[in-house]
Structures are given as structure tokens and as C-alpha cells.
T-cell receptor, first 112, second 113 residues
Framework: GQQLNQSPQSMFIQEGEDVSMNCTSS?????WLWYKQDPGEGPVLLIA?????ELTSNGRLTAQFGITRKDSFLNISASIPSDVGIYFCAGQGETSGSRLTFGEGTQLTVNP | KAGVTQTPRYLIKTRGQQVTLSCSPI?????VSWYQQTPGQGLQFLFE???????NKGNFPGRFSGRQFSNSRSEMNVSTLELGDSALYLCASSLVGRNSPLHFGNGTRLTVT
């Protein structure tokens, strides 16, 4: 089945630093989504990407849909303590309906 | 606009029992999906419902079932609970069609003892 490899698994950074994480897939996706999950809560949608090559920003967050349609990255600029959490990428295939395949997650820790 | 609402938030059950979890989607969203989240397996797709019909199903045993009502609200049921069913069960809703991302609720934390 489809698998997503997300890296890194964890990151420890200082406040103010930039962060980059990425996902690669063995299969092509038509949609890439990035979510953030805080403890005890469900994943919250950060950015949705629908077109190969698309680059989309949401405040300090920027994500890109890879040209091969098999990868995506998420950048966070000037990190702040509330960026702490687990970030997930998710891919959606053309025939999978609303079914998402999730990466393993990146645990981000920001030291003030 | 209210988000996806899941009840209950926490549940403790004993092996062999069954459980029903409830999900109310965002108003206007007609597609509802369920996911299981565990530390070992991550987020795994259970099933998707649209117009009261199961549209897609993940690789889970038949003990896991669901349904959707005419108002788009959904329930999932797990029968003959096993210890390994302990997990966070997440419901997500979306509009129908392309470019309609999933929005998740805060989940039901199920503990099986």
C-alpha cells in the first residue's frame, strides 16, 4: 500500500530559528495536506496543496507540492514557543475519496 | 461555525465489551471519515461515509463498523473489544469534491482494560 516517509522524526530548536520538514511517497498524490496536532487534540489543518509545483503560505508557514507529486515540504520561519507540537503530512490519491495516508509525524520542540 | 464534535471524549471499557462513538460533522459537510491513532501505527484510516453509504474502508477487522445518518452525523462501533483497540479515534468531515480537505474533531480516547 501507499506509504509516506516523513522526516525528521523530531526537532529541537531555539526560538527564532527556521524549521524545515518533508515527506516523500512511493506513490503519486493529487493533494498534499499539512496538519499540526497538540496534546489531547485532533489534527488541525495548516495548509492544503492541490497542484504539482504549488507553493502556498499561511503566515509564517510555507509548504510546497513537489513537481513529481511524490513529495512535499513544510517550512516554519522565525519559530515561537506555540509552534511546539506534532506536524503531520498527509497525501490523498485521485481515487481514494477522502482517504488520507499520513506520515509518521515530526515532533517539534522550541526552546525559548 | 462549530467544528467537528466527538462524544464522548474519554471512554474506559473492558475486553470483550462493545463501544459506540459519535461524531457530528461541521454544518454542511456531508462526508465523514474515521481514523485510529496509536503511538505504534500512527493515523490509520478506518472508513468513510457519504450520503449514509460507506464509500471506502481501511484494513481493519469486521469488529469495526460504522454508519451515517440522514443529517450526516456518524457513529462507529467496535465489538468484542481487545486491548489493542486502545487508541484515539478521530472523526473528520469535509465537503464533497476535489479541494475539500478533512477537518478533524478532538477525538475519543478509548482505553480497553
Amino acid at each position: 500500500g501507499q506509504q509516506l516517509n516523513q522526516s525528521p522524526q523530531s526537532m529541537f530548536i531555539q526560538e527564532g530559528e527556521d524549521v524545515s520538514m518533508n515527506c516523500t511517497s512511493s506513490s503519486i498524490f493529487n493533494t498534499w495536506l499539512w496538519y499540526k496536532q497538540d496534546p489531547g487534540e485532533g489534527p488541525v489543518l495548516l495548509i492544503a496543496l492541490y497542484k504539482a509545483g504549488e507553493l502556498t503560505s499561511n503566515g509564517r508557514l510555507t509548504a510546497q507540492f513537489g513537481i513529481t507529486r511524490k513529495d512535499s515540504f513544510l517550512n516554519i520561519s522565525a519559530s515561537i514557543p506555540s509552534d511546539v507540537g506534532i506536524y503531520f503530512c498527509a497525501g490523498q490519491g485521485e481515487t481514494s475519496g477522502s482517504r488520507l495516508t499520513f506520515g509518521e509525524g515530526t515532533q517539534l520542540t522550541v526552546n525559548p | 461555525k462549530a467544528g467537528v464534535t466527538q462524544t464522548p471524549r474519554y471512554l474506559i471499557k473492558t475486553r470483550g465489551q462493545q463501544v459506540t462513538l459519535s461524531c457530528s460533522p461541521i454544518s454542511g459537510h456531508r462526508s465523514v471519515s474515521w481514523y485510529q491513532q496509536t503511538p505504534g501505527q500512527g493515523l490509520q484510516f478506518l472508513f468513510e461515509y457519504f450520503s449514509e453509504t460507506q464509500r471506502n474502508k481501511g484494513n481493519f477487522p469486521g469488529r469495526f463498523s460504522g454508519r451515517q445518518f440522514s443529517n450526516s452525523r456518524s457513529e462507529m462501533n467496535v465489538s468484542t473489544l481487545e486491548l489493542g483497540d486502545s487508541a484515539l479515534y478521530l472523526c473528520a468531515s469535509s465537503l464533497v469534491g476535489r479541494n475539500s480537505p478533512l477537518h478533524f474533531g478532538n477525538g475519543t480516547r478509548l482505553t480497553v482494560t
